[in-house]
């Protein structure tokens, strides 16, 4: 046996020399990659979420609103139709009775103290400061400028987010998507409003219960309504200062807590959500993070006491 040969075999036998090559397989390929791609996808999703936090305008002086005036309405569902219409909406000439995937707004029946019937439409309240947007993580809702909350479903991942942040309950989940996406009232902002046009369901109202314009605008008439007729008319405007302001209104001959309006409070209930979702992405590139610093650390110390030397046991002599 030559010299070469015996020192290859005592560092066989000791453990030393040089460690084996480290080659990786499929399935380790596969997990270090999946980390890697978790990585990248939480950050991503970190510069989606501020890019969306961004285009959030604040509403100025000239956005739009509607004003809704209980006492004109008399439930003839032509707002609802007209809604369904524009929107191409599955069963265009049945009244709708809930918000669905198939249903942006809706005519409900309320009963107040007095045992009275009062028609009452329900949608998207177009908050000036939307806790939908705040917990969106992707930036698929955002508030325009010109007031509306519009929806992207080209960005909607379907967390359903909006769904638990919004106060009036309005967001839906359509179940039957294999996308999963929401649905809500966007004020015909695309289809109409962008044009200069009036929403669909104002246009179709034939009893002036809807009236479109300047939310600041509106607010006036309503007071002023409020303060000519105030035997026709509680002294609330909802939404004036619910949820820190919507951009739909409603006038109303008695307390709107007897119609089953949600009583958000006068402060906006967005700081919350913005800081808990603004978090979100951040967590998620932190743990993808820390799981790939964990992987690396325990690889290496596997490497090194793979290449440890073995420490036999004595050898007894008979």
């Known amino acids: ?17 040089e460690a084996p090559v480290q080659t990786l397989n499929r399935r380790e390929f596969v997990r270090r990659a999946g980390i890697g791609m978790a990585a990248v996808a939480a950050g991503a999703l970190l510069t989606e979420r501020r890019a969306a936090q961004a285009s959030n305008i604040e509403p100025g002086d000239d956005a739009v609103g509607v004003l809704i005036d209980l006492t004109r309405c008399t439930g003839c569902n032509s707002c609802a139709l007209a809604c369904k219409a524009i929107n191409h909406l599955p069963n265009p000439d049945v009244a709708p ?5 198939q249903a942006l707004t809706f005519v409900a029946a309320e009963t107040d103290a007095a045992g009275g019937v009062h028609p009452v439409k329900r949608q998207c309240m177009h908050c ?19 007031g509306p909350v519009v929806y992207d479903a080209h960005k909607c991942i379907g967390c359903r987010y909006c769904q638990y942040a919004c106060p009036f309950g309005v967001p839906t989940y359509d179940w039957g998507n ?16 962008a044009k200069g046009e009036t929403p669909a369901c104002v246009a179709a109202c034939p009893n002036g219960a809807l009236r479109f314009g300047k939310r600041r605008e509106l607010l006036a008439q309503a007071h002023a309504a409020i303060a000519s007729h105030p035997q026709e008319y509680t002294d609330h405007i909802y939404g004036e200062h619910e949820a820190g302001g919507t951009s739909v209104l409603y006038l109303s001959a008695v307390p709107f807590e007897q119609l089953r309006f949600p009583q958000p409070g006068n402060g906006t209930i967005s700081q919350t959500a913005e800081t808990v979702m603004g978090l979100t992405p951040a967590l998620a590139l932190s743990v993808a993070t820390l799981a790939t610093g964990l992987h690396l650390i325990l ?20």
């Not at 009775?97 to 995937?101: E, H, V």
């Open 1 to 17: 046996m030559s010299t070469q040969k015996a020192r290859r075999r005592r560092e066989r036998e000791t453990g030393r020399g």
């Open 97 to 101: 009775t809930a918000l669905s995937s």
């Open 128 to 146: 000036l400061h939307p806790a939908c947007v705040s917990a969106c993580t992707v930036g698929a809702l955002r508030k325009s400028a010109d």
């Open 178 to 193: 294999p996308l999963g996406l929401i649905h809500k009232c966007q004020m015909c902002f695309q289809q109409r409003v």
């Open 299 to 318: 690889r290496r110390r596997q490497q090194k006491d793979d290449a440890a030397p073995i420490a036999w046991p004595d050898r007894k002599e008979d």
